[in-house]
């Protein structure tokens, strides 16, 4: 008998390491000084776990530990990386560019700056959603401050040509933001090879705990300057103020040496389990397609679209397993994903999406457990629907022109 409740929305956050939590431990009640008292020894103590820290998460991205700065998530990191930019270099140009399918913690910080006087251009993204470079070479101007495009989609794990808008970008002289945040722990994050200037991360994402960030700042070709957006101290190079939380960096340090050791075998494991997710899917279904780009994404990741029935409906009858459903942004929203929006899913079609995320805990049993009463629910559901029988007798509902009944004539 499988245990449940099963969990599958590893994208929404991911359950602490054990491994994680044991290392953080001692630092809520025996080593509790502050990393900024360097004058005893509780603060030393404090501040060599964060420096220690700080190593572990430029091993993973490849960088200077002084380029790392604290913060409590990737929404503030990519709040300060974007309004800094904004701040510190709007003399220069007031022009900034991202895309249709970026986290609302980019767009909104994109559109405030919009509302106060910058220009903002909105990329679109093919079918599988991804940018095209060409397209963001020509609307480079010469007043273009910052481009901002997401390393992996949140929604369907597609990830975006990083590497070549990086380049793009220096060879501009553009700064590059990109919110790695559903990347980093899962897939390879280079940023000197990508030629990332800032990079946001969330340590909760990657088995850590939640409430502590990264913003990456590159010091070199370019150094790049930020305004901060929080200021009373200085910490963090003067681009973050604040104390720091140390049993939270060191969990987040933790768990990137975690994710650089065991991110290859993972992510092969995982790779395996969401295709046979898929393909068993699939199989055993009509009507059913993969959302986003099949080659270039997260091997943790599927959204997948069940025509003719409402994703809500597929989550309620599957209501001992964890999932998200695409069909919006927020769960207090009824509107369809704005991602898939994007991609050219019709509004009906985003309102049957379903996201599946995998995680460290996914076994092969739970994946087969899930496919067998996804499949019963589709049958279920399915019978209840017009739609779908004329679906199945090769008619499609959209070229139906549909005749008002007696009744309905008569109260119109």
Wanted: net charge negative; aromatic share 4%; glycine share 8%.
């Amino acid at each position: 008998m499988i245990a449940t409740p099963i969990y599958l929305d590893h994208n929404a956050t991911t359950p602490v390491d054990p491994r994680v939590f044991e290392a953080m431990r001692p630092y809520f009640c025996e080593v509790f000084g502050n990393a900024a008292s360097r004058s005893h020894s509780f603060g030393k103590a404090a501040l060599a776990a964060v420096d220690r820290a700080r190593e572990q998460v430029a091993e993973l991205l490849n960088c200077d530990p002084s380029e790392i700065i604290w913060t409590s998530g990737a929404t503030e990191s990519n709040n300060i990386a974007i309004k800094g930019v904004a701040d510190m270099h709007g003399s220069r140009g007031r022009h900034i560019i991202t895309q249709l399918t970026e986290h609302k913690a980019v767009l909104d910080p994109c559109r405030r700056l919009e509302n106060q006087g910058y220009e903002l251009t909105l990329l679109r993204v093919d079918k599988t959603g991804r940018v095209n470079v060409d397209e963001l070479a020509a609307a480079i101007r010469p007043d273009t401050i910052l481009v901002s495009i997401m390393y992996a989609n949140n929604e369907t794990g597609t990830i975006q040509p990083v590497r070549e808008i990086g380049k793009l970008c220096h060879e501009r002289g553009v700064l590059f933001h990109c919110d790695a945040t559903q990347a980093v722990g899962h897939v390879p994050v280079d940023v000197k090879a990508d030629e990332v200037d800032l990079l946001s991360l969330s340590a909760h994402k990657l088995y850590g705990p939640k409430g502590v960030g990264v913003l990456y700042v590159r010091k070199r070709n370019p150094r790049v300057m930020l305004s901060p957006l929080i200021e009373g101290g200085g910490h963090e190079r003067g681009i973050r103020s604040g104390t720091l939380n140390v049993p939270g960096i060191v969990g987040c340090g933790e768990a990137c040496r975690i994710a650089r050791e065991e991110m290859a075998e993972e992510a092969a494991r995982l790779t395996a389990l969401r295709d046979r997710l898929e393909q068993e899917i699939l199989r055993r279904n009509r009507f059913v397609t993969i959302n986003g780009n099949t080659e270039h994404r997260l091997p943790h990741t599927s959204n997948m679209s069940f025509a003719y029935v409402e994703g809500e409906s597929i989550m309620l009858s599957l209501d001992d397993v964890a999932l998200s459903s695409g069909s919006a942004c927020t769960s207090a929203s009824l509107e369809p994903s704005h991602v898939l929006a994007a991609m050219g899913i019709s509004p009906v079609l985003a309102h049957s999406s379903i996201r599946f995320g995998l995680g460290r805990s996914t076994t092969q049993e739970q994946i087969d457990y899930v496919v067998d009463k996804l499949t019963s629910a589709l049958e279920r559901l399915r019978e209840m629907s017009p739609l779908y029988e004329l679906a199945i007798e090769g008619i499609d509902p959209e070229t139906v022109q549909w005749t008002p009944t007696e009744h309905q004539a008569k109260h119109r």
